[in-house]
């Protein structure tokens, strides 16, 4: 990936309103070099996925606080794996209870990142896992 600016796919999923703190993430992502396609709330997986396909992002980020992650995330999965595209780094923050980090982790989100994380260990989790994962 050498001389190739990561693309990042950020996406609010659900009926969540508040978009806020994805926005912050986004501005930090920008700054820290990434190029960052956001899409915006009430975004369904079926459109997350596609986004994803169409736009060959890197890393696929979902910022997530109505509670619905588990089932968001279980039907994400499904789709990533129908699109061939689930090897794509993927995170998930907002309002994850600590019980339901490890159940994410398992449905093969890479790292998870709970309302109140710093944005420098965001960016500095995506340096190091797109930077492994290239080599």
């Given amino acids: ?50 986004a994803a396909l169409e736009e060959g992002v890197d890393v696929i980020a979902l910022s997530i606080l109505s509670g619905s992650h588990i089932p968001i995330c279980q039907r994400l999965k499904e789709l990533l794996v129908r699109h061939g595209i689930q090897d794509r780094l993927w995170i998930v923050g907002g309002n994850i209870p600590a019980e339901d980090r490890p159940k994410l982790r398992a449905l093969g989100v890479d790292g998870v990142f ?4 710093k944005l420098a260990d965001i960016v500095a989790f995506i340096k190091e896992r797109v930077h492994e994962r290239a080599a």
């Fill in 1 to 50: 990936m050498a001389g190739k600016k990561v693309r990042i796919l950020v996406a609010k999923p659900g009926l969540d309103g508040h978009d806020v703190g994805a926005k912050v993430v986004v501005r930090a992502l920008v700054d820290a070099g990434f190029e960052v396609i956001y899409t915006g709330l009430r975004q369904e997986p079926e459109r997350i996925a596609v």
């Fill in 114 to 117: 709970p309302t109140g994380s």
